[in-house]
Every structure is written in structure tokens, then in C-alpha cells.
């Protein structure tokens, strides 16, 4: 295992994504579904070729990655073209021989050359300050209330499964919940079809999505993924609604947990969201989740 032999490199062939979800699927080995979201981002996401994936290899074996992803975000009404750096992982026994920081070379170098205005990460706290980066915004918060706690309510308020044809009002409404927001991510049709055809976002586990009619109106919706281990129904996300919307979407909730013999209803929805108010109106609790971040480089962003 010698410095000479390892070579940085992008995918390029059919043979090469499937060696790279074989090393995804050894590095999260414990992790189940991470090989899917990353062939997800492979075959769907618009803005993403397999020169967005790199790799380092040890005499044509791959044994380190990281991805770039093309995000957008929106910074106080600015729109800005951001990069996030994903699925960074070594094998175990190659760590700690500075593959990643070759690796996160490369990434910096693209994204001067393709002109981000930022590059960011969800990762390991404060470990990517040596690569330049620091603390951004938190990015999980956590509310949880017993399914048995949720009162039952009846209403004209209608839920059913969100079809294909809902998603332009449903980009409307999501950017409409998003306006509170200083910081917040922007959503195109392009990765809404991407997401709403694999069922998967950022999480490995596919979710299940509800559009929230009243006279025949489509006026929220929501997404909801099963935690079968530790019997938990997990809200990723919600756009506003107000007391009547929530209280059906919440007995709904209750139903559809209990009918798979789940505990709790875990809300990973912000803390400023109206939806997160009315369960604590009910009696939930805000509990602080192992901590994720989101870190800028700032040396990109200087300008800012």
C-alpha cells in the first residue's frame, strides 16, 4: 500500500458505478439503503454526471469517495449555486493517509472551475474545519409526541397519497413555507419529479407523501418514512397548515402508525413551522438529536 499507487479519479463506465456502490455499501455497512440514495443521485438527478463522483484507488481498487452535488439555496432572498459535498467515506484500512484531503482537492478545484458561490457539508462536527470549513446552520430539529397522545378528529379536510399531478402546486406551496426561512434550500421541478419517481430524498429510506385537500383543493402535503426498529413514524416534511389541517393530518398520522404497530410520532420538522406548534399544544417534547451540521467554506464565500 504505497502513496505512489493511489490515483484520484472520477467514474466513468458501468463497471465503475457498480465497484463504487460496492465500496459505498462497505464503508456504511451499517447503514442500510446509503447504495440507494447514491445510485439515486446517479441515474435521476438532473445536474449530476459521473464526473460529480470521484474516487481514489489503490492499484485499480476503489477505496475512498466523496460526490459533488449541485444544490441551490437561497440566502436572504439571494439565490445562490452551491456545491455539497456527499458520501464521504475510506475504507477502514485505508484511513488516515490523507485520501479525503486529496479527495476534497479535487472537489475545490471543480467547484472554482464551475463557479459555486458555496461549498457545503453535512457532516462530522467541526472535523472539516481543517479542510476550511466552519459551522454553518443546524439542520435537525426534533419533536416527539406517543401516536396514543394524538386525539382522533374528523373533518372535511381530505388526505390521500400525493399523485404526479400535484407537484406544481405543491412547488408553490413548499416555497410559500420556505419564505420564513433566511436560509433555506430551493426545490426545481427537476428534482422534485427525481424525488417524487425514486421516493427518496436525502434520507437512504424511501418516503411515503399526502397531499392535503380541502373542497377539493390541494392545500398542503406532507411526507412520512417507518422507523420499524424503534417504532417510530417519522415526519421529514410538512409545508403550513393551519389548526383544522393539522388536527386531520395528525389523526391521520395516529391511524396510519398504529395500523403498523408503531409508538411514536417523531417530527423532524423546524422548531418555527406552525405544524410543530400545534403538537406541542398536544403534549409533544422538542428533544435535541445527535448533533448535524451544515458547514460553508470560507474561503469560497469571502465575498459574502
Known sequence: MKEENFEVRRLETAEDVEDYLALIREVWSDEAGVD?????????????????????????????????????????????????????????????????RRLIGEFHADVEDQRHDLAVIEGIPYFYRQF?????????????????????SKSDVKVRPFIDKDVPKAMTLLERSQRKFCVHSVRDEHVWRMQHE??????????????????????????????????????????????????????????????????????????EEPFTEHLLALGAVKRVPPLRLAVACNRLCQDF
Open 36 to 100: 440507494r440514495l447514491a445510485k439515486k443521485l446517479i441515474d435521476f438527478h438532473p445536474k449530476m454526471t459521473l464526473r460529480n463522483f470521484f474516487v481514489v484507488k489503490d492499484e485499480g481498487k476503489m477505496v475512498s469517495t466523496l460526490n459533488l452535488i449541485p444544490v441551490t439555496w437561497s440566502l436572504g432572498g439571494v439565490v445562490l449555486k452551491v456545491a455539497e459535498m456527499g458520501h464521504v467515506g475510506t475504507l477502514p484500512e485505508y484511513r488516515g493517509k490523507g485520501l479525503i
Open 132 to 152: 476550511g470549513y466552519e459551522y454553518a446552520v443546524p439542520l435537525l430539529e426534533e419533536t416527539r409526541i406517543r401516536l396514543d397522545q394524538i386525539p382522533e
Open 198 to 271: 425514486t421516493r427518496i430524498a436525502s434520507d437512504p429510506e424511501p418516503y411515503e407523501a399526502y397531499a392535503v385537500e380541502e373542497k377539493a383543493e390541494l392545500t398542503a402535503y406532507f411526507r412520512v418514512r417507518q422507523n420499524l426498529k424503534d417504532k417510530e413514524l417519522i415526519l421529514t416534511e410538512i409545508t403550513e397548515v393551519d389548526q383544522l389541517s393539522a388536527q386531520s393530518v395528525l389523526s391521520f398520522l395516529r391511524h396510519d402508525g398504529m395500523e403498523h404497530d408503531l409508538e411514536i410520532l417523531s417530527s423532524n420538522i423546524s422548531y
